[in-house]
């Protein structure tokens, strides 16, 4: 797949420039970022590829680390490459999660396994199961990860550089992405002991490291002066005479955090919001710039409530109106959510945001994907027993007509029967946790109960003693409230 990032020579990128704006302080019209297909994240349509209906994330991650630790003491570069392509043949959608756990391993490992992933990923690449917008996205998990990583293992940043450098030099990876490492990554890099970088990539670390603080210091000035003056053409022109588009994403990120400290947060928002709509149009911000910026301030989330204890709350609302003027879209967003960029933190600001804008975050589902959607809830379920992400995913599916609710009851049911006592344990707790935060109406959970019994004869071939289990469900069921004890008679009218 084609990437904003190409190659893998060894040179310092020039900067881009800056489309001339037309006419005398008149922005061009340029289509909403969140409209152009490509970005160096991947194509949208890519990233809005989820998991199969049978495979859950804790799944897959399980799989890949099972690979990678037999690999990094084997060193069995083909027979790795060969499990991990059947890996990926199975869930085509998870190549940047096995980037990033490929990296997780390896910095456990220690340093000798930097070599060992490389080589790994350069054998991926060139048989096309590992693509460059894939690898992109592995790395800014990692990024965004790195403070946790270094916990574990403190030889992460030294661990991580040499995985980059790696990647570079066998044109995995281009080396304009070291404009996008974190601050502290890339002093870790020039403090790092001679000879465990190449020159040119110290070099291009230290051009980086001085260009980044110059450009840092010219937008915050810019920035400071937007927010008394609102002139947003202004603040265009700078961009276009300091021409580091490199670096614009930092320019997102700081504008949106200073809306933070604005005299009333709508002000501040609104004001961002402006900035960041008006610089789009004129082509000052592309596509890449919004999604990294938006990476990166998800990443900040739990420092940033140091400074900002509703920083959760205004990041949400910024992002809302990201995505409904149509800077970010929604295949990015739920990319986002599947690498859990911020962990926990972030996820939170992403799970708001989808709760908030159901017309937007929740794709309309065709009959067999409705059908792919809720297996997948509920076998992850049954795997994870979290009741709370269950209730996330079915607010994530609202609204849904009575026929889907009444599917979703019944299956929770009927999928618990053909497998085990521990799941149909588990399907009832799910029911009663349902009903009790009213995530379905009464009403809809006694659909789901109906639906299950009209398919009774259909359940009997796979399930020979369905209709003794569905027995037991409804008495428990009627025990905790769940369904009326006069249930299946209908309701008499008030």
């Known amino acids: 797949?084609?990437?904003?990032?190409?190659?893998?020579?060894?040179?310092?990128?020039?900067?881009?420039?800056?489309?001339?704006?037309?006419?005398?302080?008149?922005?061009?019209?340029?289509?909403?970022?969140?409209?152009?297909?490509?970005?160096?994240?991947?194509?949208?349509?890519?990233?809005?590829?989820?998991?199969?209906?049978?495979?859950?994330?804790?799944?897959?991650?399980?799989k890949a680390k099972s690979v990678l630790l037999e690999y990094y003491v084997s060193l069995a570069l083909d027979d790795t490459v060969l499990s991990a392509q059947e890996l990926l043949a199975a869930c085509p959608s998870q190549a940047d999660e096995l980037g990033v756990v490929a990296i997780q391993v390896a910095l456990d490992q220690g340093k000798d396994a930097s070599t060992a992933v490389v080589k790994l990923f350069d054998a991926l690449s060139r048989s096309k199961s590992l693509d460059r917008s894939a690898l992109i996205r592995s790395f800014e998990e990692i990024f965004c990860t790195l403070e946790d990583l270094k916990i574990d293992a403190p030889y992460a940043e030294k661990g991580i550089l040499e995985i980059l450098q790696g990647c570079i030099e066998v044109g995995c990876i281009e080396m304009k992405l070291l404009t996008k490492l974190p601050e502290t990554l890339l002093r870790a890099g020039l403090a790092c002991e001679e000879g465990l970088?190449?020159?040119d990539f110290r070099d291009m670390l230290s051009k980086t490291v001085s260009e980044l603080k110059g450009f840092k210091q010219a937008a915050q000035r810019c920035i400071e002066e937007y927010?008394?003056?609102?002139?947003?053409?202004?603040?265009?022109?700078?961009?276009?005479?300091?021409n580091m588009?490199?670096?614009?994403?930092?320019?997102?990120?700081?504008?949106?955090i200073m809306s933070f400290s604005q005299p009333t947060e709508?002000?501040?928002?609104?004001?961002?919001?402006?900035?960041?709509?008006?610089?789009?149009?004129?082509?000052?911000?592309?596509?890449?710039?919004?999604?990294?910026?938006?990476?990166?301030?998800?990443?900040?989330?739990?420092?940033?409530?140091?400074?900002?204890?509703?920083?959760?709350?205004?990041?949400?609302?910024?992002?809302?109106?990201?995505?409904?003027?149509?800077?970010?879209?929604?295949?990015?967003?739920?990319?986002?959510?599947?690498?859990?960029?911020?962990d926990g933190a972030g996820l939170k600001v992403l799970e708001a945001v989808q709760r908030r804008t159901p017309e937007y975050s929740k794709k309309q589902l065709s009959t067999a994907a409705f059908k792919r959607e809720i297996k997948e809830m509920i076998l992850e379920y049954f795997d994870s027993g979290d009741h709370e992400e269950?209730?996330?995913?079915?607010?994530?599916?609202?609204?849904?007509?009575?026929?889907?609710?009444?599917?979703?009851?019944?299956?929770?049911?009927?999928?618990?029967?053909?497998?085990?006592?521990?799941?149909?344990?588990?399907?009832?707790?799910?029911?009663?946790?349902?009903?009790?935060?009213?995530e379905l109406s009464g009403q809809e959970i006694e659909n789901g109960f109906d639906d299950m019994y009209r398919h009774m004869p259909d359940i009997l071939l796979d399930v020979p003693d369905a209709e003794e289990m569905a027995r037991s469900f409804v008495v428990e069921a009627m025990k905790n409230k769940v369904l009326r004890e006069s249930w299946p008679d209908p309701e008499e009218p008030e």
Request: hydrophobic fraction near 40%; aromatic fraction near 6%; charge should be negative.
């Open 390 to 438: 269950f209730g996330r995913c079915i607010r994530e599916l609202t609204p849904l007509s009575s026929e889907q609710s009444a599917e979703l009851v019944r299956k929770t049911m009927v999928f618990a029967m053909e497998r085990t006592a521990a799941e149909c344990e588990l399907s009832l707790k799910l029911l009663i946790w349902i009903s009790r935060n009213e």
């Open 197 to 199: 970088l190449s020159g």
């Open 266 to 342: 709508l002000a501040g928002r609104e004001a961002v919001l402006t900035l960041l709509t008006a610089l789009s149009r004129e082509a000052g911000l592309s596509k890449d710039d919004i999604q990294w910026g938006t990476t990166r301030l998800l990443g900040s989330v739990s420092d940033l409530s140091l400074d900002y204890p509703r920083c959760s709350e205004m990041l949400t609302e910024v992002i809302i109106r990201l995505l409904t003027d149509e800077l970010v879209s929604v295949p990015f967003l739920r990319r986002c959510r599947l690498l859990r960029i911020g």
């Open 245 to 256: 588009k490199p670096y614009h994403h930092e320019f997102v990120k700081k504008a949106v």
């Open 227 to 242: 927010y008394v003056s609102l002139n947003a053409e202004e603040v265009g022109t700078v961009l276009r005479e300091l």
């Open 1 to 62: 797949m084609a990437s904003g990032y190409g190659g893998g020579v060894m040179t310092v990128p020039q900067h881009d420039s800056l489309p001339m704006v037309e006419g005398c302080g008149k922005a061009r019209e340029q289509q909403p970022p969140a409209r152009t297909r490509m970005s160096s994240f991947g194509d949208d349509n890519d990233l809005a590829e989820e998991l199969p209906p049978n495979w859950s994330l804790r799944r897959f991650q399980e």
